[in-house]
């Protein structure tokens, strides 16, 4: 059952992914490049690039053993690459940004 309604889903986001959220261009069919560029057990990540303006997003599609799905879709300036390479790295603490403000001399 869920990797049927996953598949569903995963369809469906793909669809919707064929209007650019930043500029909404409706004169080509498709404005959107969309490309699945992470594929786990319960989760999909995709990739998508306006080929009219050049914006890009990222969507995340989860999906928990109950059978519903989240899907989160966000503006970003990384390329698929750099998507991927972060996805391993630890989140940044509060401790990080302290860090941060003393080096750089922020007020």
């Known amino acids: 059952m869920l990797d049927n309604n996953f598949n569903d889903i995963t369809e469906q986001l793909m669809k919707s992914a064929s209007v650019c959220p930043l500029c909404n261009n409706k004169n080509k069919k498709s404005s959107m490049s969309v490309k699945l560029i992470d594929r786990q057990k319960d989760r999909n990540i995709f990739y998508a690039k306006c080929n009219y303006c050049?914006?890009?997003?990222?969507s995340v599609l989860d999906m928990a053993s109950s059978g519903i799905g989240n899907a989160v879709v966000f503006l970003t300036d990384l390329n698929p690459s750099e998507i991927l390479n972060l996805k391993n790295k630890k989140p940044i603490s509060i401790d990080d940004i302290k860090n941060m403000k003393i080096k750089n001399n922020i007020n």
């Open 54 to 58: 050049g914006a890009a997003v990222i």
